[in-house]
């Protein structure tokens, strides 16, 4: 507990302790949504011809869809027209050939967003690759995870080094007539990370991705694609901020994993994009698709801890397409002020004893709106499948709202599916009898947030949870009046 | 279905609107009032978030031929006593086809302002009341019923009154052309402390593919308790469509239970408004599906006062290609501090083609409440047959335990001793002659 006691002396003064703006040239492009933006950015990225086929399918696919209205959040249309979907730092001729000869001021951005790029200072076992705005500006720890015969890359990169593996993979777990916002995605995405783990490797160490939004009226489109082969295991995280500003930005994002027979794939996510302030002005959009496919023996987890973003939409999923195989979906949704989030999970049981568990915490506080919709699919032939969901709700004051949707369907008799769900508030004899033990009142609560959050910080790498916790803490700071 | 049959479909419904016109004068606008919603909307589809799970296609291939009248079948008492309840000391309201048979109605002496009648007899005198809390409800079947309703049950408990026997009402159809379509609106009032038991029967005794609309509005005064049990027990082609709208007083306690054994399609809407502090509200159900049958409840509790209890108990037991659909909503709004409740949804496959669609849903405002639920789809649990068996139970024996622990669960709460007893029954014999129970 001492840790979150400091961060809250720490930041009584601000709340977004992210929200700065990094002050470089940028190379953007003109707000606007049409097919020579698309050929803009395919050039810009030097990608095939196939790619740019497959963007311009996706982009004339997106044009007939409608922007879905089911998910329960409020926000005024978003104008794709407005948006500028490229833009990342100037580089100087080539640009540059390794971390050193990076901008400083990047560098900068970055030690103070506590993700030190150089090697030396960044904590040894975790590999990073940064995203400012529609670039990847560079990626540590290359070299050693190449010795594993891990590809560690951005995503850009890699349709460059390696076409036949992100030509194969790319868009069969997501085809781009998913939905509105991968169609999106698939049509205008910048840049984002590409790793590839090899038969029977695990990974040596935790590969991470962190994003950063940085110029204004702009979106960020990454891609991500993990492949994990054979018997090959591999961690990854996720990190994402943005500065503070009164207009909405949208971040669209797809992520896409495929777990080979026997791979296992972790993935976590703490997602910190600005929230807005408390009247709802500003803030990022975040309509995000992520899904995995498993095969035959495979693992994904998902872990998420979503604290910012105006507006979250986003639904980790997992297809247990493979016999044996397990989904397995950890999340916390914090949503305060004006914040409202439609977040939960989609697991497809297709294979026979496949497995499932949802543990998902949302915590509302001040306007927050904090909704857990997710599905839980048995096919006809998931023989002995087997599904736990645990949906818990937090309520901090009395107008916010916690919501939950669940979708079961069983086509299976041998299946067995649990759903639970509870809500409640953190009660006055719990605080009383903190404040009775000496424990300020905005520290109970902490506390009794970080006890009611357990069973998914504990599915955290360890770095990451004490970050997260934290992160909690800042979130709520205020809301007990 | 495509546009053009939903326009075919509606001119269809005009024709018949011209036969319905000739039950009097004054309920005119209410039923053009009612048309006209429903050429609006049409039917729904599955692409409406609300019919996902339930396909009209089996009502839609039909004709549609409004039931004024009744059938000309002739039914004596006799027909009567084979129905369910019917041994118990109940006065009884029947209707055949949407229409009150003198004939087969029983009804006792009532403590004074007590009604237990049909709704064409009080007219006009009670039309201002019908459709009070129904016509707010975007279900196009409200619509159609608004528009073609014949007849159905009128029941008003004064204030400190108390219905002297349970009134059984007893729906029969003898529909024998396939698509006639029966339309049923029953109004129940209880006053302040009123009390009473009400029964509800739907037979068919027709061999046809019919389909029967029942809108029910009960209207709950403060410290009333109402219990209201409902047997749906069509033929397996008929078309059941009801739709319970309830709003209920402050400190009042309402019971609903709903047994849909029957149809080939029934769709339960059960509409809770609960605007004043310290109701308690229990809705109670069970179905039981075989062949093709799809079994729908749908409901929403709204909970917009404090201190209210609602809970809701729904079990399925599921066999061959048959389909359970089940959506629960329970809304509390930011005024309904202190709110307590809970849903379940407990569902049993027998077979390897039955399907079960679950939506329990919350959708919460206010901080102080206890709000809980849970959904569970599965086979009987393997490490209860084991401890059963451990105890000299054959394996036979210990399913059909566990299996009437499953229906008695639901069946058990049911006050009124003597139809509880006869529903057990029941449940039980339908499950061992129709159902894989091993």
Same mark, same amino acid.
């Given at each position: 507990?001492?840790?979150?006691?400091?961060?809250?002396?720490?930041?009584?003064?601000?709340?977004?302790?992210?929200?700065?703006?990094?002050?470089?040239?940028?190379?953007?492009?003109?707000?606007?949504?049409?097919?020579?933006?698309?050929?803009?950015?395919?050039?810009?990225?030097?990608?095939?011809?196939?790619?740019?086929?497959?963007?311009?399918?996706?982009?004339?696919?997106?044009?007939?869809?409608?922007?879905?209205?089911?998910?329960?959040?409020?926000?005024?249309?978003?104008?794709?027209?407005?948006?500028?979907?490229?833009?990342?730092?100037?580089?100087?001729?080539?640009?540059?050939?390794?971390?050193?000869?990076?901008?400083?001021?990047?560098?900068?951005?970055?030690?103070?967003?506590?993700?030190?790029?150089?090697?030396?200072?960044?904590?040894?076992?975790?590999?990073?690759?940064?995203?400012?705005?529609?670039?990847?500006?560079?990626?540590?720890?290359?070299?050693?995870?190449?010795?594993?015969?891990?590809?560690?890359?951005?995503?850009?990169?890699?349709?460059?080094?390696?076409?036949?593996?992100?030509?194969?993979?790319?868009?069969?777990?997501?085809?781009?007539?998913?939905?509105?916002?991968?169609?999106?995605?698939?049509?205008?995405?910048?840049?984002?990370?590409?790793?590839?783990?090899?038969?029977?490797?695990?990974?040596?160490?935790?590969?991470?991705?962190?994003?950063?939004?940085?110029?204004?009226?702009?979106?960020?489109?990454?891609?991500?694609?993990?492949?994990?082969?054979?018997?090959?295991?591999?961690?990854?995280?996720?990190?994402?901020?943005?500065?503070?500003?009164?207009?909405?930005?949208?971040?669209?994002?797809?992520?896409?994993?495929?777990?080979?027979?026997?791979?296992?794939?972790?993935?976590?996510?703490?997602?910190?994009?600005?929230?807005?302030?408390?009247?709802?002005?500003?803030?990022?959009?975040?309509?995000?698709?992520?899904?995995?496919?498993?095969?035959?023996?495979?693992?994904?987890?998902?872990?998420?801890?979503?604290?910012?973003?105006?507006?979250?939409?986003?639904?980790?999923?997992?297809?247990?397409?493979?016999?044996?195989?397990?989904?397995?979906?950890?999340?916390?949704?914090?949503?305060?002020?004006?914040?409202?989030?439609?977040?939960?999970?989609?697991?497809?049981?297709?294979?026979?004893?496949?497995?499932?568990?949802?543990?998902?915490?949302?915590?509302?506080?001040?306007?927050?709106?904090?909704?857990?919709?997710?599905?839980?699919?048995?096919?006809?032939?998931?023989?002995?499948?087997?599904?736990?969901?645990?949906?818990?709700?937090?309520?901090?004051?009395?107008?916010?709202?916690?919501?939950?949707?669940?979708?079961?369907?069983?086509?299976?008799?041998?299946?067995?599916?649990?759903?639970?769900?509870?809500?409640?508030?953190?009660?006055?004899?719990?605080?009383?009898?903190?404040?009775?033990?000496?424990?300020?009142?905005?520290?109970?609560?902490?506390?009794?947030?970080?006890?009611?959050?357990?069973?998914?910080?504990?599915?955290?790498?360890?770095?990451?949870?004490?970050?997260?916790?934290?992160?909690?803490?800042?979130?709520?700071?205020?809301?007990?009046? | 279905?495509?546009?053009?049959?939903?326009?075919?479909?509606?001119?269809?419904?005009?024709?018949?609107?011209?036969?319905?016109?000739?039950?009097?004068?004054?309920?005119?606008?209410?039923?053009?009032?009612?048309?006209?919603?429903?050429?609006?909307?049409?039917?729904?589809?599955?692409?409406?978030?609300?019919?996902?799970?339930?396909?009209?296609?089996?009502?839609?291939?039909?004709?549609?031929?409004?039931?004024?009248?009744?059938?000309?079948?002739?039914?004596?008492?006799?027909?009567?006593?084979?129905?369910?309840?019917?041994?118990?000391?109940?006065?009884?309201?029947?209707?055949?086809?949407?229409?009150?048979?003198?004939?087969?109605?029983?009804?006792?002496?009532?403590?004074?302002?007590?009604?237990?009648?049909?709704?064409?007899?009080?007219?006009?005198?009670?039309?201002?009341?019908?459709?009070?809390?129904?016509?707010?409800?975007?279900?196009?079947?409200?619509?159609?019923?608004?528009?073609?309703?014949?007849?159905?049950?009128?029941?008003?408990?004064?204030?400190?009154?108390?219905?002297?026997?349970?009134?059984?009402?007893?729906?029969?159809?003898?529909?024998?052309?396939?698509?006639?379509?029966?339309?049923?609106?029953?109004?129940?009032?209880?006053?302040?402390?009123?009390?009473?038991?009400?029964?509800?029967?739907?037979?068919?005794?027709?061999?046809?593919?019919?389909?029967?609309?029942?809108?029910?509005?009960?209207?709950?005064?403060?410290?009333?308790?109402?219990?209201?049990?409902?047997?749906?027990?069509?033929?397996?082609?008929?078309?059941?469509?009801?739709?319970?709208?309830?709003?209920?007083?402050?400190?009042?306690?309402?019971?609903?239970?709903?047994?849909? #054994?029957? *149809? +080939?399609?029934? $769709?339960?809407? @059960?509409?809770?408004?609960? &605007?004043?502090?310290?109701? =308690?509200?229990?809705?109670?159900?069970?179905?039981?599906?075989?062949?093709?049958?799809?079994?729908?409840?749908?409901?929403?509790?709204?909970?917009?006062?404090?201190?209210?209890?609602?809970?809701?108990?729904?079990?399925?037991?599921?066999?061959?290609?048959?389909?359970?659909?089940?959506?629960?909503?329970?809304?509390?709004?930011?005024?309904?501090?202190?709110?307590?409740?809970?849903?379940?949804?407990?569902?049993?496959?027998?077979?390897?083609?039955?399907?079960?669609?679950?939506?329990?849903?919350?959708?919460?405002?206010?901080?102080?409440?206890?709000?809980?639920?849970?959904?569970?789809?599965?086979?009987?649990?393997?490490?209860?047959?084991?401890?059963?068996?451990?105890?000299? #139970?054959? *394996? +036979?024996?210990? $399913?059909?335990? @566990?299996?009437?622990?499953? &229906?008695?669960?639901?069946? =058990?709460?049911?006050?009124?001793?003597?139809?509880?007893?006869?529903?057990?029954?029941?449940?039980?014999?339908?499950?061992?002659?129709?159902?894989?129970?091993?």
């Amino acid at each position: 507990m001492s840790a979150s006691t400091d961060t809250i002396d720490n930041f009584v003064a601000s709340d977004y302790k992210y929200g700065f703006t990094t002050d470089i040239e940028s190379e953007s492009l003109e707000p606007g949504l049409n097919e020579d933006v698309i050929r803009f950015i395919s050039a810009k990225k030097h990608e095939p011809e196939w790619l740019l086929e497959w963007r311009l399918k996706a982009f004339r696919h997106f044009e007939k869809m409608e922007n879905p209205s089911w998910p329960h959040v409020k926000y005024p249309p978003v104008n794709f027209q407005e948006i500028s979907y490229y833009s990342a730092p100037k580089k100087k001729g080539d640009g540059p050939k390794s971390l050193d000869e990076v901008d400083p001021k990047l560098l900068e951005t970055y030690e103070k967003l506590g993700v030190p790029l150089h090697e030396r200072a960044r904590l040894a076992g975790v590999a990073v690759d940064a995203v400012f705005d529609s670039e990847s500006i560079g990626t540590t720890f290359k070299e050693d995870l190449a010795k594993a015969g891990v590809i560690f890359c951005p995503i850009s990169e890699a349709v460059r080094e390696h076409p036949e593996l992100v030509r194969k993979y790319i868009g069969t777990v997501v085809p781009y007539t998913d939905n509105y916002y991968s169609a999106l995605n698939s049509a205008v995405f910048s840049d984002g990370s590409f790793v590839y783990i090899p038969k029977g490797t695990r990974c040596p160490m935790e590969l991470s991705t962190y994003f950063r939004i940085n110029a204004a009226n702009t979106g960020q489109f990454e891609r991500t694609l993990i492949v994990a082969e054979e018997s090959s295991h591999v961690s990854y995280l996720e990190g994402c901020t943005a500065p503070m500003r009164d207009e909405n930005q949208l971040h669209a994002a797809v992520v896409e994993l495929v777990a080979l027979d026997n791979a296992e794939i972790k993935y976590s996510t703490v997602q910190n994009w600005y929230p807005g302030d408390e009247e709802g002005r500003g803030g990022i959009y975040n309509f995000v698709t992520k899904r995995g496919m498993c095969k035959t023996n495979a693992k994904i987890s998902w872990t998420q801890v979503e604290t910012g973003s105006a507006i979250t939409w986003k639904y980790p999923s997992v297809i247990l397409k493979g016999d044996n195989s397990v989904g397995e979906f950890y999340s916390i949704a914090l949503t305060n002020k004006a914040q409202q989030a439609d977040t939960g999970t989609k697991m497809i049981h297709i294979g026979k004893n496949t497995r499932s568990t949802i543990i998902s915490k949302g915590i509302s506080a001040g306007r927050g709106q904090n909704s857990y919709r997710g599905l839980v699919q048995v096919g006809k032939k998931a023989v002995n499948a087997r599904n736990f969901s645990q949906c818990d709700s937090l309520l901090i004051g009395n107008k916010c709202g916690a919501h939950t949707f669940p979708y079961i369907e069983a086509k299976n008799p041998t299946a067995s599916i649990e759903h639970e769900a509870t809500t409640s508030k953190i009660g006055e004899d719990q605080i009383f009898y903190c404040n009775q033990r000496g424990l300020e009142t905005q520290d109970a609560v902490n506390m009794i947030v970080n006890g009611f959050c357990k069973e998914v910080f504990r599915e955290l790498p360890m770095e990451f949870a004490v970050e997260a916790q934290k992160l909690l803490d800042v979130s709520l700071e205020g809301s007990v009046g | 279905m495509s546009s053009t049959a939903v326009i075919d479909w509606a001119k269809g419904a005009a024709h018949a609107f011209a036969g319905i016109k000739q039950r009097g004068i004054s309920m005119l606008p209410f039923r053009h009032a009612g048309i006209t919603r429903f050429q609006e909307t049409g039917l729904p589809t599955t692409k409406d978030e609300d019919w996902r799970f339930t396909s009209l296609k089996p009502f839609i291939e039909l004709p549609f031929e409004i039931m004024i009248e009744s059938g000309s079948q002739t039914i004596d008492q006799s027909a009567i006593g084979d129905i369910a309840f019917s041994q118990h000391d109940t006065d009884r309201l029947v209707f055949v086809d949407g229409n009150i048979s003198s004939e087969l109605s029983q009804i006792s002496e009532q403590s004074e302002g007590v009604i237990v009648s049909n709704l064409a007899s009080a007219s006009p005198a009670i039309e201002n009341k019908i459709g009070n809390l129904s016509s707010e409800d975007q279900n196009p079947f409200i619509a159609l019923n608004d528009a073609f309703f014949t007849d159905g049950a009128w029941i008003h408990i004064p204030a400190n009154s108390t219905l002297s026997k349970p009134v059984h009402i007893v729906f029969l159809y003898t529909a024998i052309k396939a698509g006639q379509a029966s339309h049923i609106r029953n109004l129940i009032i209880a006053e302040t402390n009123a009390k009473g038991t009400i029964i509800e029967s739907h037979i068919t005794l027709g061999q046809a593919a019919a389909s029967t609309n029942v809108v029910t509005e009960t209207q709950l005064g403060d410290g009333s308790n109402i219990e209201h049990i409902k047997l749906q027990d069509q033929s397996s082609l008929a078309i059941h469509f009801a739709s319970l709208h309830s709003k209920l007083g402050g400190n009042s306690c309402y019971a609903f239970h709903s047994f849909a #054994l029957g *149809a +080939q399609l029934s $769709r339960n809407n @059960l509409r809770m408004d609960l &605007t004043k502090p310290g109701i =308690e509200c229990t809705l109670n159900g069970l179905y039981m599906t075989r062949s093709r049958q799809l079994a729908d409840h749908h409901m929403i509790v709204n909970h917009a006062a404090p201190h209210c209890d609602s809970h809701e108990y729904f079990n399925g037991i599921l066999d061959d290609q048959s389909r359970g659909v089940f959506h629960g909503r329970i809304l509390v709004d930011s005024e309904a501090q202190k709110t307590d409740a809970k849903q379940t949804n407990k569902n049993l496959i027998l077979s390897d083609n039955a399907t079960v669609n679950s939506k329990p849903q919350l959708e919460i405002y206010a901080d102080d409440v206890k709000c809980t639920h849970g959904a569970t789809i599965g086979e009987l649990d393997n490490e209860a047959i084991f401890y059963l068996r451990a105890r000299g #139970l054959d *394996a +036979q024996t210990a $399913r059909r335990m @566990l299996m009437h622990g499953f &229906t008695g669960e639901i069946v =058990e709460r049911i006050q009124q001793n003597d139809i509880r007893d006869e529903l057990n029954e029941l449940v039980w014999s339908r499950l061992e002659n129709e159902h894989h129970l091993n």
